[in-house]
């Protein structure tokens, strides 16, 4: 995670609860170039109240009835399949991830072999949960939506006293709205949580496009978090603030090219690349008009033109007065001694 930026496709639960969705989610994901594609791994029973509310945008997105508990009962995906999933992942190129939402789903992920953890943001205050991802000793990413500062540092300094590295863990900036409207982004926020605890940043997006989180890029985010799905106007509550496939592949290319665009050295100098157009685009003291051996060089009889190959024009000044070492035609680039 120190050399590039790490890009996650959120699948979420896109795939309806469907295995075959998942897979096809796979492989959009795998083509599209990305780093890992993210699942969530829940039981509805432990995660909600059967009366727990629904979002206003799940309520939008779904256009059932159903209960929250009910929603997310019909998107749990079994453990059986979550291996599957992680070998057709394997198969395709593409790193398995999930987030867990309980105690149990985070002790199955860690069994499984997951090599680094979500924290959503919904479970920045969740003490217990925050020690048990701790415990596993393993690289953590974690959502800041709906959070202030405070509660950043509080569930960031948990992570420290429980046996984790600063090295070991990136603070990403979120908003929890879905979509998130473009005022409510507050991008440089992400480079407030850098600054205050001198960890790696990122950025978890739910804004409509890729704009956003290309930005967060050239601001120094390290990890782009980014929901995509099959089609918009499949049911489900996530579908519609998701990217598609081809927008997905075209967010992290632009990503990549961002990334070359920032890792040079710093120092102003022409690259290689443009070395060969210096004597072609830059200009050089020119004769004006035939010139004879002896006469003054003045503003009647110089000229500044392309290419770059004589006198620097900086030298204007100084070339100025001097008299000419030989004839000079028309267009001539001027010699000295």
């Known amino acids: 995670m120190k050399n590039k930026v790490i890009i996650i496709a959120e699948a979420g639960v896109n795939h309806n ?28 029973s432990k995660l909600v109240t059967k009366s727990a509310e629904r979002a206003n945008y799940q309520n939008d997105n779904t256009g059932d009835g159903d209960s929250q508990y009910e929603m997310l009962k019909k998107l749990e995906l079994s453990e059986d399949v979550h291996k599957e999933l992680m070998e057709y992942c394997a198969a395709r190129g593409v790193k ?3 987030t867990g939402f309980d105690l149990d789903s985070l002790e199955f992920l860690n ?11 919904g479970e920045i205050t969740n003490l217990p949960y925050l020690r048990k991802i701790a415990g596993f000793g393993k690289q953590v990413v974690m959502s800041t939506g709906m959070a202030n500062m405070q509660e950043v540092k509080d569930a960031f300094n948990v992570l ?25 982004v507050n991008l440089k926020a992400m480079l407030h949580i850098g600054d205050e605890l001198n960890t790696k940043i990122g950025y978890s997006d739910h804004t409509l496009g890729i704009e956003v989180p290309i930005a967060a890029v050239a601001l120094g985010a390290k990890v782009i978090e980014k929901h995509f799905t099959l089609d918009r106007d499949l049911p489900g509550p996530d579908h519609r603030a998701s990217l598609v ?11 990549r ?14 690259s290689p690349s443009e070395l060969k157009n210096k004597p072609i685009a830059r200009k050089s003291i020119i004769a004006s008009q035939n010139i004879k051996k002896g006469d003054v060089f003045s503003e009647i009889n110089l000229t500044i033109k392309r290419p770059g190959t004589g006198i620097n024009p900086m030298r204007w000044n100084d070339i ?18």
């Open 17 to 44: 609860g469907e295995v075959q969705q998942a897979k096809k989610l796979i492989a959009a994901a795998a083509n599209a170039g990305v780093d890992y594609v993210k699942f969530q791994t829940f039981k509805a």
């Open 96 to 98: 398995f991830l999930s």
């Open 111 to 121: 069994n499984i072999g997951i090599n680094l953890f979500k924290i959503p943001s």
């Open 160 to 184: 420290i006293t429980e046996g984790l590295s600063r090295q070991d863990i990136s603070i990403v900036h979120c908003n929890t709205e879905y979509p998130t409207p473009m005022k409510d």
């Open 245 to 255: 496939p081809e927008e997905l592949k075209a967010m992290v290319t632009s990503i």
């Open 257 to 270: 090219n961002i990334e070359m665009a920032i890792s040079g050295s710093g120092v102003k100098e022409p």
């Open 320 to 337: 100025l007065g001097q008299r000419a070492i030989k004839d000079f035609k028309e267009d001539d680039l001027i010699e000295l001694i």
